[in-house]
């Protein structure tokens, strides 16, 4: 009798439990296509941030060189006595 009543229920719940195993492997692959493609972005995504540093870096050592550059462009002593250099008033003659 027991036998019959295991066999019946397993008959009646036997489709809901394949069903909901379907269901549930069915959302543990959307989870983790879901996980996966998060993971993509949050590749890329630092990527990106290391990329814009790294143009950061770069363009303050172009300007750093740029302003090394122009620093070191001394007027001749010359220009400087007759008044000819825009920053004499800065600096001493000699």
């Known amino acids: 009798m027991a036998r019959k009543r295991a066999a019946a229920s397993l008959l009646s719940h036997g489709g809901k439990r394949a ?6 492997k069915g959302e543990v692959l959307m989870y983790r296509e879901l996980y996966s493609a998060l993971r993509i972005a949050q590749i890329r995504h630092e990527e990106l ?3 814009a540093e790294q143009e950061r870096l770069s363009q303050a050592l172009r300007w750093q060189w740029q302003g090394q550059r122009n620093h070191r462009r ?4 010359l220009r400087r006595l007759f008044g000819l250099d825009s920053q ?5 003659v000699l």
Do not use: D, Y
Not at 74 to 77: E, G
Not at 88 to 92: D, G, I, K, L
């Open 88 to 92: 004499a008033r800065r600096r001493p």
């Open 74 to 77: 001394r007027p001749s002593l």
């Open 19 to 24: 069903k909901a195993a379907a269901t549930a």
């Open 49 to 51: 941030l290391r990329e």
